[in-house]
């Protein structure tokens, strides 16, 4: 596996996108205690990483392979104030995009845009109910759960809100300024169990 936040080519970057979604495996992400992932669930489309390094240096190549207008994240040198602090996953969020930052020995992170699609929807939830999964699993052999927190906002939501919050965000038609130019040639699949 090559690092994606180490590589400049973009044929290569394609490569290694497609590599790491095909072999992406969300049980062995968190049992093994990788290091860091990103799970990046479009409009249409789900995709899976690793960001051993930088998380926010792999989405940065990778948005500029999936979104040729992309000209990378606006985050300021110099920050006057909080009103002007607008962070990468927030940037993101302004894409349409929902954002998992995993992490398995501390907490991951799921970056919540204003409104989501179905398709969206039940990709959040086919991957908190696995982490639920594995977590129950977890629980029967003695270990500390895998935490997740989501961000909606710039806010951390209660857990037992979640649901609710998705649904009052579940809108299908969804309109956002950037173009959905994911890249066609990649074998997309949910995120493996």
Known sequence: ??????????????AEIIEENK???LEDFFVNNRDGGLIIITLNQ???????????NVLEKAYKVMYPS?????????????????TWHEQSCRM???LFQLASRVSSFIWLPDKINHYQFNQIKTIH???YYLNQKRVLENKKNFDI???????????????ALLNSITDD?????TEENIISEMDLNLVRK
């Open 129 to 131: 109910n696995f982490i």
């Open 46 to 56: 789900t995709v899976s990483l690793y960001s051993i390094d930088s998380p926010c």
């Open 173 to 177: 038609t969804l309109i956002y300024d």
């Open 149 to 163: 927190k989501y961000i909606y906002k710039g806010k951390f939501v209660d857990g037992t809100d979640i649901g």
């Open 70 to 86: 992309f000209n990378g994240f606006n985050i300021p040198n110099h920050i006057s104030s909080n009103e002007d602090r607008i």
């Open 96 to 98: 349409g995009n929902v």
């Open 23 to 25: 072999r992406f495996d």
């Open 1 to 14: 596996m090559k690092k994606i936040e180490h590589l400049t080519d973009e044929n290569e970057i394609l």
